[in-house]
Every structure is written in C-alpha cells, then in structure tokens.
C-alpha cells in the first residue's frame, strides 16, 4: 500500500487556535515531515468555506498550497482530493498545473471531479449547476487538459467549454499529469473515471469499495478498457490511539472542538465520518481493517489526521505501527 497525507488547510476546522500568519509555518512544517518522511505524497482540498458549516475560520486555497509546496519540499507527490472542474476553465488549470509540476519537478498529481459544495458554488458566483452538467464539464475539461498537456495545444467545441487551439507551453515534466478522477457516482463518474483515469478515489468501506470497484471494472469492459491498470485510491478519517479508552476520548474531543465552531448536533453527525470507519482503532484494529481493504484491491491510502496541526502523537503513532506494517 501506498500512503498519502492530507495537510490541514482550515476547510475542516483544522487550523483554529492558530493565527492566520502563522498558519503557513504549521502547513509547511508538517509538508516537510512527510517530504523526509515515509510518506508517497502530500494532499489539500479544494474548497473556499470550511465544513460542516460555512464559518469565517481560513481555509486556504489549494493549488496556491500546491504551489508553495511544490518550491518547498523535494520528494514526495502533491496532490488535491480533489479539484472542483468548474471553479476553474480547464485550459487555464491546465497551465496552472503544469506550471506548479514545472516548479516541483514533476510530482504534481492532478485529482479532479465533478464538485458538490452547493454553498461555495453559489456564493462564488458559479451558480449550481445539475449534477449531469458537473460531469458533463468534467468530462470536457479532461479532454482539454490532456491535450494540452500530451500535445501543448488544446481545441475543443464542446457543450460546455470551447478553446480554440490554446498553447500549453511549458508543459509538464512528463509530458502528462496522473489524472485521479474522484467520486463514486456510477452511472457516470464511475464511467469518466473508466476512460481517462490512472486512479480512481472513491467510498472506502469494505462494502462500499468493493461495489464501487464492481461498477468500474464494468465500465471498463464496456469501454475496452484494462481495468487493473487504474489504481483504486481512497480517503480515510484517522482517530488512533494505543487503547479503546484512549480512541473514544479522542473522538469525544474532537466532537468538542468542533462544537465550538457548529451547533451541537452538527458536530455529533460530522462524527459519524469518524466513529466504526476503516482508520479509527487501535493500531492493531487498523492495521487489520487496511488489510482487508487492500486485499480487496484499495492500494493507496490517503490519510486525515484532524488534529495535527496541534499535536502530532496520532500521527507518529500511524507512522511508526500501521505503515510498517501494510508496506
């Protein structure tokens, strides 16, 4: 198994008690943890109002973090889980991404989807579109970045988007960026993600990824594709500690923490993320629900620690028990 380490950015109400100024320092030294670390790659999300609620709390903006990572770390891959398509034209993502690749010396990775946080979409001013129309722009947007990407240029008279032989120069190191198409949609995600993607990042519950992954290598046949050359990624929630007692009193604290920010009974269903998930246990308990999952075909995990902008105990425990072990 692969490992990836989301970097707290504020959208989850990660960074609070830390000053704005001095937000930066935090992202950047747990970055370079993971850059001389274990870890395969680093990852932020791409929204603009924190959740479970739209708070004032920051949430940074991804590829600028993905930028200043790219200057600032030297090994590991950097990644969003994932870019919303129409927050940005494709063709200027495109060039965005390759540049940020260009700057880290090819480590970009290009997480993509269809985008689903109706409040950010309509307070930025994009509207919110039907889901249909949100992967039907998915869709066209691929088509642009990998031409422009594979070839430097990119033409496309789509429903959606139209560019008309747009230069991509420079382009990425390798003359392509691994595409995550993210999400689980099944009748059409599922099906992108089966044409265009080199990983797939979607539910990752035994059940719910052994459906999911059912679904994909449908569409693959139908489409001609060779499904095991796609890696099936997923996201997990990590509550560990070394005792039951010890995991149950960091969950209740992190329900705490964010009932400061939200009502109540929003932060207690926020929890149902967390509680019975595949990376809440002990190290053993999780080491033995990752197995199951990568048996099962789940080969790269990535990783959120909510507290460690504060405290990195959770997270040294992880590194130093359950990544040796499903190495």
């Not at 489409?223 to 995991?247: Q, W």
């Not at 033995?288 to 990535?302: D, R, V």
Request: charged share 20%; with cysteine; proline share 5%.
């Amino acid at each position: 198994m692969r490992f990836g380490l989301f970097i707290p950015q504020g959208w989850r109400l990660d960074l609070t008690g830390i000053p704005p100024a001095d937000q930066w320092s935090v992202m950047s030294g747990l970055a370079g943890r993971a850059d001389t670390g274990a870890w395969d790659s680093i990852w932020v999300y791409d929204h603009f109002h924190t959740v479970p609620l739209p708070t004032d709390e920051a949430t940074h903006e991804a590829w600028t973090l993905v930028s200043a990572f790219a200057a600032t770390t030297s090994r590991v891959d950097i990644g969003q889980m994932c870019t919303a398509m129409s927050y940005r034209n494709p063709m200027y993502l495109a060039k965005v991404a390759a540049t940020a690749d260009l700057i880290s010396g090819g480590r970009v990775q290009m997480g993509i989807g269809g985008g689903w946080y109706e409040h950010e979409w309509r307070a930025y001013g994009y509207g919110f579109p039907s889901a249909g129309e949100r992967l039907a722009r998915l869709d066209e947007g691929v088509q642009i970045m990998k031409q422009a990407w594979e070839l430097g240029r990119a033409t496309l008279d789509g429903r959606h988007y139209q560019v008309d032989d747009a230069i991509c120069a420079p382009q990425p190191e390798a003359g392509r960026l691994p595409l995550w198409i993210a999400g689980g949609g099944e009748r059409k995600t599922l099906r992108i993600a089966a044409k265009y993607a080199d990983y797939t990042n979607f539910d990752g519950t035994p059940d719910g990824f052994a459906h999911k992954s059912s679904v994909l290598q449908q569409h693959c046949a139908d489409l001609g594709r060779d499904y095991d050359s796609i890696v099936r990624s997923a996201n997990y929630n990590v509550i560990i500690a070394e005792s039951d007692a010890e995991v149950a009193q960091r969950l209740d604290a992190l329900q705490a923490r964010l009932a400061g920010f939200v009502p109540a009974d929003v932060a207690n269903a926020t929890m149902s993320a967390f509680r019975g998930m595949p990376a809440v246990g002990t190290p053993e308990q999780v080491i033995e629900n990752l197995s199951g999952l990568s048996e099962a075909g789940m080969s790269y995990g990535i990783f959120y620690f909510p507290d460690i902008a504060h405290d990195t105990s959770s997270l040294e425990l992880f590194e130093h028990q359950v990544m040796p072990a499903l190495r």
